[in-house]
Every structure is written in C-alpha cells, then in structure tokens.
C-alpha cells in the first residue's frame, strides 16, 4: 500500500470500514471523478473489503445496469485500466443502486432499510458517509430526511460531504450551514474544494516548511509580489444557467483561489493537525484587506467577459451567445485582483490573482517572485538582472521550477537566467492520485485537513461580497476580451503600475533562461 506523506499523514490508518451513498449518482461528478477514485482506491489496497457503495438518483436503474455505468466511468475516466475479471467482479459487487426521490421523505426509511442490510452483510459497523453530489439548494431537505428517516441512528460515524458553491453569498451560505447543522455537527461535516486535494497545491506546505532555503525568505523582506493564475481553455459548456448566476469570482476566487493564498501565506502550524491547520488559514483569511468601496475595487479588482474570438485557427463564440446565457449578461468570466494580506509578515506584498475561461491556456500555477538585489551592486550594475522566481506547477503538469542567475560560461561577466525545472508528472506519470481519490480517503478515514471549515466559507464570503456588491451597486467596468485571449488589458496595468508583470505561465518560462536542468523523467 502506497501512503502519500504529507504533514498530515495519518500513519498507515487506512480507510475505515464504511458505506458510501452517493446522492446524484448518475451526474457527471459520480461519473468523471467518484467512480474512478473508488476504483484506484480499491486498487491501491485503501479500501478494504467491507465497504459498500449505495448509488442514489431518481433515475430507475437495477444494480446490474447501475455496475455498468461504473464500469464504463471507469473505463473512461480512471488512471487504472480496468481489467474484467475476478478482480473487477469482486469491485463491482460492491455498487448498489437505489432510486430515490429525495423530496419525499418516507422513501428514506426504504433507503434505511437497504442500508442496515449492507451494514451487516458487509460488516462495516454502522460507519456511514452521505456525498451530496447535488444542487447546494437540496442539502437542507436531504439533511433532514436522513436523520428523519432514521439513517443517522446507526452504531458508528456519520459524514457529510458536500460539493460548492456553498451559498452563494455570505447570508445565503449562513441559511445553509444553519439547516445542516441542525443535523450534523461541524465537525462531521466535509466541505469540498477540490483545490486541496491537488497534490501540488498540498505541496505548498511542504516545500515551504521543509526546505530551509525558502522558509527564512518567505516574507515581505524578500517577496516582491505573488502571481496565482487558474486559467481555463473552456467556455461556460452546458453550465451556462449555473454559471451566469455565479461568475467567475464566485464560482473559482471566493473557494480555489482563496484557499490558495491561505496554503501560500499561512503561518506554520503549531501542531500537524487538521484544526491546527485549518486555524492558520483562517488567520489568513481574516488578515485580508477588505476592500472598503466601489473606488477600491475598481482599483484592485478587474473583471472581464469573453467576445466572440479564436482558438488555434478555431472560431468562438462570445459568452453572451452562450447556451443558457441572456444576451445581455453582465456575469464576468474572468477576473483578475489584486489582494493584500494585512500582517507582519506580508504588509506591502501584492498577490495578484487572475482566473478565466476561454484564455489561451488550462493552467494553475503560483509563482513567488522575489526581491531584486539592489541595483548598485557589482554584478547589476553591469547587467540587468532579472529576479529569482520560485513557480509551483499544479496543472496540467505537476512541478517545481526555480528561475536564478549565473556566470555565462566563457564569458566575464555575463550573467545569464538559469532554472532548475523539476516535473514530478513526467517522473510519477500514473501514480500521481486524482484530487477526488485523496479527498474520498481522507473524509473516510476522518481527516479534515483538506476540506474547509465554516469560518473560512463564512470570512471568504465576506471578502468576495464586497467586491461583488460594489459591481452590482456602482456598475463598475465589465472589459470584453477576445475569446482565446489572456484576458482584459487592464489585467495587465493592476500589475504594471506596481512596477511588475504576470511571468509566462505553462511552461512558457523556458524562452526567457539560456539553460535549464533536462527535465527528470524526459
Ligand atoms: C470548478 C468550477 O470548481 O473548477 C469550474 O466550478 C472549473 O467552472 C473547475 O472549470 C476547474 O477545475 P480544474 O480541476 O479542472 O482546474
């Protein structure tokens, strides 16, 4: 069994025994991400052989037809091939299938009854964990008819794990957290962003606290800005009513992109444990400058809505031709800000901040500009010198790349950008897990590091409402931007007027240095 270190691991403490039911069984999220992270979890010995899996939908489906759809999801989807044998056979005989109307609350005490039977076929003690792959609006109701249905009276632990958006403003999110925590304590509940279950954003922590040569610099002494991009190729695809309602801020900033300045900036916990942890980060959060009006905003924060353009020699279309999309939709498809968390350690670093669809590249990546040395030392008085940069690589390739100056061989006093460029996909290719695998693990086996507790939706919600307030209130600027594009110009000017621009990203940062270290693994 392969265990992924991390601060914290919990050890060889496998999966505990558990039934899973899945609401929303035969979306796209059971489809792409669920079924697959169950098959490389059952693969890798994580789960073992007393667990069950419940599939829950309105759609009728047999058990026999409901494996089928697992079987090709995983088949399409997973990193493991799937072979159709005894193996496969024995997985499959895990996935049951219910169907389900979850508005009628007496169609849970049938649920009940199928589940007290896996329970003790399976032996699994009464350990259940309900995965709400569902519209955030049916989290309440569902809460409630499983504890009225009887589902939470059984021996062992009960979880609830649910997707975003959670709210979709601070009050709204308040509505909900208060119905689920009528039912479920917070600390049974598991919020997804599935962010953190990337391995290269939980390699933050680590490169951070585990190397000496960075911890020491990692402050406003020596970090001149730090730049987060998660752009996306695609358009709004079938999202279109969700996503006009939504938007980019909300849809990617107030979870992803927040979560990652928290992993980025946090103090180094006292304790590895997941409260620990998740305490530091909402220090972060809390030490964000709210941006006091709508003159603030326009300032800091840009937001743009793709027109019509071109990808590789492909015509697109704008966003307000979008399916689903009103043709006069002021919902912003990119945004790009500029943020600052106001403590000792990072007064007066920028971290800019940039997300949206239809750009040039799907790409996520951070990268930690540092101070130049002064200008009127020996070396830069000669040549101009370019900064250090350190980039983690989370999408599509995993890595770590670090840009830095030295002597041009042969030369006097030629001093040339050099990077040494560590791809840790071209070196673990098929092993490197799913978000969803590490996050399906952790909520079974009960650690909530990387799940987020209700004080940082809540103060996430209140960072992005301001913003979001001021566009709808004082109709600051949407700027369109030519689909294919890497956004607004005024992007590019939130940084320019600092002194700084956004580094290439994707790899794109090879054209700038004379060498660099052969990628491992290539
Ligand atoms: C989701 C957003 O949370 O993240 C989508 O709702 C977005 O709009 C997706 O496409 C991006 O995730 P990833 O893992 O592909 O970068």
Redesign the pocket.
């Known amino acids: 069994m392969m265990e992924h270190m991390t601060m914290t691991d919990l050890g060889d403490r496998g999966a505990d025994r558990t039934l899973f039911f899945i609401f929303g069984a035969t979306g796209d999220l059971a489809r792409r991400k669920l079924f697959p992270a169950f098959y490389s979890l059952y693969r890798e010995g994580k789960l073992s052989e007393r667990f069950a899996v419940i599939g829950l939908a309105r759609r009728p489906r047999t058990n026999e037809q409901f494996r089928e759809d697992v079987s090709v999801s995983i088949r399409e989807f997973a990193r493991y091939k799937a072979e159709e044998d005894e193996q496969w056979e024995k997985f499959a005989s895990h996935f049951h299938y219910m169907s389900l109307d979850i508005n009628k609350p007496e169609a849970f005490g049938q649920l009940k009854e199928l589940a007290d039977r896996l329970d003790d076929s399976y032996d699994i003690g009464g350990n259940r964990l309900f995965y709400l792959a569902l519209a955030p609006e049916l989290f309440g109701s569902v809460s409630f008819n499983l504890r009225d249905g009887g589902l939470l009276d059984s021996p062992g632990w009960h979880r609830l794990v649910i997707e975003?958006p959670f709210g979709y403003d601070l009050p709204s999110a308040e509505k909900l957290n208060e119905q689920i925590r009528q039912v479920f304590q917070e600390d049974e509940v598991y919020r997804i962003d599935?962010?953190l279950g990337?391995e290269m954003v939980q390699n933050i922590e680590v490169v951070r606290f585990a190397n000496a040569f960075f911890e020491p610099l990692w402050n406003n002494k020596h970090i001149a800005n730090i730049q987060i991009t998660?752009s996306?190729t695609?358009g709004v695809e079938e999202?279109g009513g969700y996503?006009d309602h939504a938007g980019a801020l909300r849809?990617?900033g107030q979870?992803?992109m927040l979560q990652m300045i928290t992993m980025m900036a946090m103090e180094p916990p006292s304790r590895m444990e997941p409260e620990d942890i998740r305490d530091e980060k909402v220090k972060v959060l809390r030490s964000l400058r709210v941006f006091r009006d709508a003159e603030e905003v326009r300032d800091n924060v840009v937001r743009g809505q793709y027109a019509a353009g071109e990808h590789k020699g492909k015509p697109l279309p704008a966003y307000r031709s979008e399916e689903g999309v009103p043709a006069d939709s002021v919902t912003e498809t990119y945004f790009a800000a500029r943020v600052f968390v106001d403590n000792f350690r990072w007064a007066g670093v920028p971290f800019y901040i940039r997300t949206g669809k239809r750009l040039p590249v799907?790409t996520?990546e951070v990268v930690v500009e540092f101070k130049n040395m002064p200008e009127n030392v020996y070396f830069s008085r000669k040549t101009k010198l370019e900064p250090n940069l350190l980039v983690f690589r989370v999408?599509p390739t995993e890595g770590i790349y670090l840009k830095m100056n030295a002597k041009r061989p042969g030369s006097e006093w030629g001093i040339v950008p050099i990077a040494m460029d560590f791809c840790q996909s071209c070196e673990v290719g098929i092993n490197t897990p799913e978000?969803y695998e590490r996050l399906l693990y952790d909520a079974a086996r009960g650690d909530s590091t990387y799940f987020t507790r209700w004080d940082e939706v809540a103060l996430a919600w209140k960072f992005v409402d301001r913003i979001e307030q001021a566009w709808r209130e004082q109709h600051v600027d949407l700027h369109p931007y030519p689909a294919g594009s890497w956004g607004p110009e005024a992007a590019q000017a939130l940084l320019a007027r600092d002194g700084f621009k956004w580094w290439p990203v994707n790899g794109q940062h090879e054209g700038e240095v004379v060498w660099a270290t052969p990628v491992a693994g290539k």
């Open positions: 975003k599935h962010y990337k998660l996306e695609v999202r996503y849809d990617m979870n992803h799907k996520t999408n978000a």
